[in-house]
């Protein structure tokens, strides 16, 4: 993609633009500024890079001159969306600005680019599983005449998922990101599928369990992954990037939610959809390599057979696992019912249709995303503390903020809520996988899920039972609404700050990526 521009500069200009740009190698550099002057990338994302300067003296001290920037994108998928806005950036002949907001904080090599580009694509594929049975609920239960106390139940006991999720990524520290997470996210979208199938709720409910532990053993790989291959200062802006494409995801499951209301058991389509994930999940196989901390990590074959301690939480994980379990229990038991409660309460109480419901999710939700990349910058250049506490207080004001307004105003609120809820998901999301060392990754992500699971079972139960004495949902998620107080007060006061700071120097033990441990 060669990208030409020229233009008449003075010398002080010129000397900018002569300078190598950060990432960039000067590979010929004459004594005098006219001639032509050749760049190619040092370190950077892209697959192929070079500059080509030319420069002839023009009138009155001033020079002309010629750019021709050739760039191969080669990310795998979305290469194309890069084409654009890499054409603007690259032809500007002046000094090198700040880096466009389409950008990370800091520049991202080669394999960094590649591998965020595929998980992102694989976060695509598990938001569409992730969030089906709440949002087809409704129109299940209606079809097996179930009413809100069964619907409960069912919600609650699917967050059992958790628990199998547990023993998915305590395989996933011993045989390897890679295979855990592909094997997950194929055998999720089969058990999904045949979740079309259910002759029950309870049958649909139990499918869910299976396919809801692989699509969340699945999710908190990608962060694991995201967090182990991501070089510091990116950490919190890639993994909200992942969470941004998780949210497409779901985006187009709400996209097919008016197949749910197309006669009885058109909610069948929908589980039925998540086929399509199983050959999404060979083509991501080949663009996926395996993390090089955990290869890394790994004995070497004449040395130590078995490394079970490894495996084991000391005291000081313990404690950050408490530490960070207790916000995630008390997170969920706010944010769980009022993400799932929400289309019962869309139908019932505002009156929506299927459409109307999926038009307000999509439209508040596609706009909410950008909070992502906004909490994810913020989170690494200002810090995970203030916009995670910042932003659990955001969201307990924004959701009830749904749940007690109606007309324009709940599409106000419901984009506060969705901006709020994206952009805080970075910046606490981030810690369950910075603060363990790579053999205890999976498994503590998989505990912290079961915690917030527990939390989101807790809440679930209380939001039920506190709805049936006052009537309504919202002024029952008002009670809740002490989980995200007691987490922001809990980030203030017991969180540690480790925006940009390396992994060894969060986990001294250990190895730096691309190195082998005797």
Known sequence: MPVRSRRRVGPEVLAAVLDARSGVVAERRLRSPEGVHRFAQGEGPLAAYERVVTVSAAASGSYLVQQTVDVTVGLPLVGWLFALPLRRHLGRIGPEGPLPWWLPPARLPRRAAVVLVTLCAISVLVGYLSDLLA???????????????????????SRIAALGALLVLAAAD??????????????????????????????????????????GATTVLVGVLVVEEMPAGTRAWALGVSGMCFGLGSGLALAALPLAGDGPGGWRWLFALGLLVVPGAVAAARWLPESTRFVAAQPLPEISPSRRREHRFGPHHRRTLVLLGAGAFALALFADPGGSLQNQYLRHQRHLSPLGISILLQVTGTIGGLGTLVGGRLADTRGRRPVAAAGAVALAASTLGVYLAGGIALWWWETVSSLVSYGLGPAIGVYGAELFPTSLRGRAGGVLTALGAAGGLAGLAAAGALTSAIGTIGPALAVLAIGPAALAVLVVAAYPETAARPLEALNPGDAPAGDRQA
């Open 174 to 215: 011993r045989r390897g990101r890679r295979p855990v997470l592909l094997v997950a996210l194929a055998g999720a979208a089969t058990v999904t599928g045949a979740g079309a199938l259910a002759p029950s709720l309870s049958s649909l409910t139990a499918s869910q369990v299976v396919a809801g532990a692989m699509a």
């Open 135 to 157: 949002y087809t609920m409704t129109y299940a239960a209606s079809e097996f005449r179930v009413g809100s106390t069964g619907q409960g139940v069912a919600l609650g006991l």
